[in-house]
């Protein structure tokens, strides 16, 4: 009598199905891999991912994750490609096609993008094709065997596409040996932003940074605070050598105002928080947030490497880098 599986053990069934297929593909990569890879990180155009269906939504997910790494990439619908879009395409590109059958209406393309001269690498699970055939180099996932009940819809063969085109946009990521400063660049919002921007691309700075000596009066130095544009709510100290000495922030003009006001006449540095916490340029915003969050402080300086400061990190720029 055939047993019934019950929902749950047959959605463990499908990831089952889909992880094999994954696993296989471990003993297809070979000198072919390597062969897309020089292909790819020698392109002086881009990288053109195209598809259709499935397929072709897997290929937009390669095509931002090649473009996110440091890989010039866009995404070309197949069908699009036939009706004016395939002008995106010239000689220098590198076009990746995917297509689990390699005998979609993709191959309608072959003929132009030749044309072009633009070089062809295919995504395929089968190495018999049309695409295969005319293809420069064609990176072979296997004849896989669906998820779907039906063995019909696209399931284990795109999860597998998907691996591949992971493996290939990361291999080309590693040997372009981007730092963490340069992956940023691509990455400006969001938590990664806030991970990896350099202080420099966040910090208040020029019109924005206000900088007065320690003998300023209290009250002059509010004055700079409030006409300082975007209001910072804070202000850097320097001494006669444009040295960083002190810092004074609103939470210390309130925390100040409980004794009277006599205060505003005196001198900034007997009232400002001396050899404050601050920042070197270059550093990441990560490491400036956990000073911030350590120290449960909303405003830090930014120094250059001979301790002037050139500017200030709120909590709420940071903030605001990962929106």
């Not at 350099?198 to 007065?212: C, F, L, Q, S």
């Not at 609103?250 to 205060?263: A, I, P, V, Y």
Request: net charge neutral; glycine share 8%.
């Amino acid at each position: 009598m055939k047993t019934t599986l019950t929902d749950v053990e047959y959605g463990k069934d499908v990831i089952k199905i889909e992880a094999n297929a994954v696993k296989n593909l471990i003993h297809l990569i070979d000198d072919t891999f390597q062969k897309a890879v020089d292909l790819v990180i020698n392109c002086r155009g881009r990288i053109v991912v195209t598809g259709i269906g499935k397929a072709g939504i897997i290929g937009q997910k390669i095509s931002a994750t090649l473009a996110s790494t440091g890989t010039p990439s866009h995404w070309l619908h197949s069908s699009e490609a036939k009706h004016g879009d395939l002008g995106r395409v010239v000689a220098e590109d590198v076009v990746l096609a995917l297509s689990n059958s390699g005998e979609t209406e993709i191959i309608q393309l072959i003929p132009f993008l030749k044309k072009i001269g633009a070089k062809i690498i295919a995504i395929t699970g089968n190495n018999k094709s049309n695409l295969a055939t005319y293809s420069d180099i064609v990176l072979y996932i296997g004849n896989i065997d669906e998820a779907c009940p039906l063995g019909l819809a696209p399931t284990a063969s795109s999860t597998t596409m998907l691996a591949l085109g992971d493996a290939l946009a990361l291999t080309v990521f590693k040997k372009r040996n981007l730092s963490k400063e340069e992956y940023a660049f691509y990455h400006p919002g969001g938590e990664i932003g806030r991970k990896l921007l350099p202080v420099d691309a966040i910090m208040r700075k020029g019109e924005e940074n206000p900088v007065t000596n320690e003998d300023t009066t209290v009250a002059d130095a509010l004055k700079i605070m409030t006409d300082t544009k975007g209001n910072p709510g804070a202000v850097n100290i320097i001494d006669l050598n444009n040295k960083l000495v002190g810092f004074f922030t609103d939470g210390d003009l309130r925390r100040n105002l409980h004794k009277g006001t006599s205060f505003l006449n005196n001198a900034i540095k007997d009232v400002m928080t001396k050899n404050p916490k601050s920042i070197t340029t270059g550093c990441l915003a990560s490491e400036a947030y956990k000073i911030l969050r350590v120290n449960k402080i909303d405003q830090l300086p930014v120094v250059d490497n001979n301790n002037t400061p050139i500017g200030i990190i709120d909590v709420q720029d940071l903030l605001d880098t990962g929106n």
